[in-house]
Structures are given as structure tokens and as C-alpha cells.
């Protein structure tokens, strides 16, 4: 996904890409193509970038394992400059040094990591997802099992370890 900047007028631009994720190396989790709208903003001295990222992916569940379908949507910004003098107080992680001669922008990366940046820390199927018994690894979403009561009563577990401590 590159936008061509050389002889572009000042003034704000629009773009629209549509990329396959594996082609800017998001990993298969990633099945839906990558769609990215750009407004970019060039002025004397800086470029101004809003991207708006949409794409889905298929992950596993963090509790019980099975695969589930998400949409993934982030947008980001970054501010191109020719010159460190002209980036004011933009963000580190915003800015990109790029050389008077450069003809073209390439975003393949920042919407590679904002992609990835976008996809949550805890990934759940559904937000009262049972997960699995941890005893004999049934989907506690799709069947109950036989030990599943021992296993959510605290009580009956600690009414348990006091037997044990009694025999002793
Ligand atoms: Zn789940
Ligand atoms: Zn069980």
C-alpha cells in the first residue's frame, strides 16, 4: 500500500486500499482482506496521516479453546516530516523521517503493527465463556460434566480439605 507524495498538492487526500493480510505479513489468523482508508493532509513542511483500519480474523479462545470469528478495527496516525525540526511535540511513535526525495509512502508496516496492536490481550469467545473443566476438559460451553460441581464449589472444597486435615 504506497501513496505516491511526489508534486501531491497541499491539501488533504483520500485513499482506499484493499490488501491480503498475508501480503504485509499478518499471520493466518488474519482471512479477511486488510481494508485501510487513509486521509492524508500535506502541508509545507509535514504530511498528516489518519489511517482507519477494518479487517477479521479467526482466534482461539483463551478459556476454552475453540476458534471464533472477530472483527478488528483501529485507526492510527502518523506525521511525516523532512525535518526533526518540523515534528513539534508529535509522539515518537507517530512520526516517520522521510527524505525530500521520497516519492512515496509506503504503510504496509504501520498497518501491519496496528492491526496487530488491535487484536485484544484476552481473546474470548463470548464474555462468560465457561471454558473447560479443568479436571476432564470438557467444553463447559457446549456440555456439562460429571465433575463440574466440585469444581465451581469452593465450599464443598474447603468442607473437603478440613476432612483431610481432621484425619490427620
Ligand atoms: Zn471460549
Ligand atoms: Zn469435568
Request: charged share 30%.
Amino acid at each position: 500500500m504506497k501513496i505516491n507524495i511526489s508534486n501531491l498538492s497541499e491539501g488533504v487526500h483520500e485513499y482506499q486500499f484493499e490488501e491480503n493480510p498475508s501480503t504485509i505479513e499478518l499471520d493466518e489468523r488474519f482471512s479477511k482482506p486488510v481494508l485501510v482508508q487513509v486521509e492524508l493532509e500535506k502541508r509545507r513542511r509535514q504530511l498528516f496521516l489518519t489511517g482507519h483500519i477494518k479487517t477479521s480474523g479467526r482466534f482461539a479462545c483463551d478459556r476454552c479453546c475453540d476458534d471464533f470469528g472477530k472483527d478488528i478495527g483501529i485507526d492510527y496516525r502518523m506525521t511525516y516530516v523532512y525535518d526533526m525540526n518540523d515534528a513539534g511535540d508529535t509522539d515518537k511513535d507517530e512520526l516517520t523521517v522521510i527524505q525530500t526525495s521520497t516519492n512515496e509512502i509506503d504503510i504496509d508496516e504501520d498497518v501491519r503493527e496496528y492491526t496487530l496492536l488491535a487484536v485484544p490481550l484476552k481473546l474470548l469467545c463470548r464474555e462468560n465463556c465457561a471454558g473447560l473443566c479443568s479436571t476432564c476438559g470438557a467444553n463447559l460451553n457446549k456440555e456439562t460434566c460429571s465433575c463440574l460441581k466440585e469444581d465451581i464449589d469452593p465450599d464443598l472444597v474447603g468442607k473437603k480439605l478440613k476432612k483431610i486435615v481432621n484425619n490427620n
